[in-house]
């Protein structure tokens, strides 16, 4: 209980520049938007402690606030589920562009426009499956890098 509160203390303490840019080496959330000095890895570690103490990245990341780009897919369980189980139907869909699978996988993703995601898919087939052995995991983070 003191840890939390000596870091409560510093980082109101060292709160003169609070809400401008967001840190690169402790990433987005709280406590790079209220310590914007990361001059010194005290205070670099005081950015990271707030923002693992108040448990504000998640949310930041999600929602697009506290410095945090909001991602275009959130990818979800049924999601990675769904491509796990039907990799090679969703391989053969994506390079043709169209296909029940994909249909499916928007609808997991909340994706509204369907013909376009399935555009994208197949625009960035390469990209997506980059190898013959290419795992769900990255098949999943390709497909979030996709335009």
């Known amino acids: 209980m003191k840890k939390i509160l000596v870091s409560l203390a510093a980082v109101v303490a060292l709160s003169s520049a609070a809400f401008a840019g967001v840190n690169s080496q402790t990433g987005c959330g709280l406590g790079a938007m209220i310590i914007k000095d990361d001059s010194s890895a005290v ?11 108040s448990m504000n990245q998640t949310f930041g990341i999600t929602s697009g606030t506290l410095g945090c780009r909001k991602t275009k897919l959130v990818m979800n369980e049924r999601a990675q589920e769904f491509v796990a189980s039907n990799m090679d139907t969703l391989a053969k869909e994506i390079a043709i562009g ?3 699978s994909i249909d499916t996988l928007a609808e997991l993703l909340n994706i509204e426009d369907k013909a376009g995601f399935a555009a994208a898919l197949q625009a960035n087939y390469n990209k997506i499956y980059a190898s013959k052995h290419v795992k769900m995991a990255d098949v999943l983070d390709n497909i979030a890098t996709v335009d």
């Open 43 to 53: 205070l670099l570690a005081l950015q990271a402690t707030t923002n693992g103490t």
């Open 98 to 100: 169209q296909g029940e």
